[in-house]
């Protein structure tokens, strides 16, 4: 996936102003994140991954073995992104200044047992100590930290992720890095099931009928459903292992050109918790629901 260009996720808002309306709301507050974003990124670019062997990539991807390919993050680059994220909250809601402040406090603490480097597991451990210990709510913290380690995969991984061949991998895992999808699309003219990666943001063609989580086949225990008199977003579910993941319907909508999917993904979160209380986990495993929206499930 190429580098999000300020006309590309500007547009994409439009769009989703227009296909959801309960985004509205968040409009603002998504425009600030990816402004924040493209400025950070102007000021401080990253180096993409230097090394990488194709013919050695194809070979594994041909013999069904995803490449996982994490790399090591500077420490400053998540400081210093998490910080240009936090200001751009603040300028909308200004009642979050507590909270970004907690967060800020811990930001410190952690990254002092880090020299030079961290890795994604490192990051993620930040993400839920501060859900455990400060304010910070699960959902928030959630797009805070989906958002910071995509961009930073995204800007050093794009170059290898345009030139992967992901037309011969049939897992539901993401080839390049190893991440479970959270969302994909259904292509506007073929109706060919396409996967996302959140995290690096590698597309690869998926069976229409079959679980990305569990490989489950089975027509009778796969499904989905719409909300809102909306068709365009399809939660689907399967009953075998009880884990979920949104596709986006393009037949629905002229997409000239890319979709960026994540803030599709932002624009109907009431999609997700609708599959929550339907007993469906995310099967990426981002909660973006907190659990205090959850009710008792009635039969």
């Known amino acids: 996936m190429p580098k999000l260009e300020r006309a590309m996720w500007e547009e994409e808002i439009k769009r989703c102003t227009r296909l959801y309306g309960s985004f509205n709301d968040a409009e603002l507050f998504i425009r600030a994140v990816y402004s924040a974003a493209e400025d950070y990124f102007k000021s401080n670019p ?39 994220l936090n200001e751009s909250l603040l300028k909308v809601n200004p009642q979050l200044k507590s ?41 928030l913290a959630t797009f805070l930290f989906s958002f910071l380690l995509s961009s930073l995969y995204r800007q050093q991984l794009y170059s ?27 292509a506007e003219e073929s109706g060919r099931k396409i996967l996302e990666c959140w995290l690096c943001g590698t597309e690869w063609e998926h069976s229409r009928i079959k679980c990305p989580y569990c490989d489950n086949s089975d027509h009778e225990k796969l499904g989905y459903f719409t909300i809102e008199d909306n068709e365009i977003c399809r939660v689907n579910f399967c009953q075998v292992c009880c884990q979920y993941c949104k596709l986006f319907d393009a037949r629905k909508f002229h997409a000239d050109g890319k979709v960026v999917l994540a803030i599709h993904n932002l624009a109907t979160l009431a999609h997700d918790l609708a599959a929550r209380k339907e007993g469906f986990l995310p099967g990426s495993k981002l909660e973006w629901v907190n659990d205090n929206e959850v009710t008792d499930r009635q039969d």
């Not at 047992?113 to 100590?129: I, P, Y």
């Not at 455990?132 to 709510?137: M, Q």
């Not at 345009?162 to 699309?185: A, I, M, S």
């Open 46 to 84: 990253l180096d993409v991954v230097p090394h990488f062997d194709a013919e050695e990539a194809e070979k594994m991807i041909r013999a069904g073995k995803c490449i996982n390919l994490n790399p090591s993050l500077d420490t400053s680059a998540v400081a210093g992104l998490l910080k240009s």
């Open 160 to 186: 290898i992720s345009e030139v992967l061949r992901t037309d011969l991998w049939e897992g539901g895992n993401c080839p390049l890095c190893g991440e479970k999808p959270h969302y994909g699309y259904l």
């Open 99 to 139: 909270t970004v402040k907690e967060l800020e406090l811990k930001l410190e603490q952690f990254l002092s047992n880090f020299a030079d480097k961290v890795n994604k597991e490192n990051v993620l451990e930040l993400r839920d100590s501060l859900i455990k210990e400060t304010a910070l709510e699960k959902d």
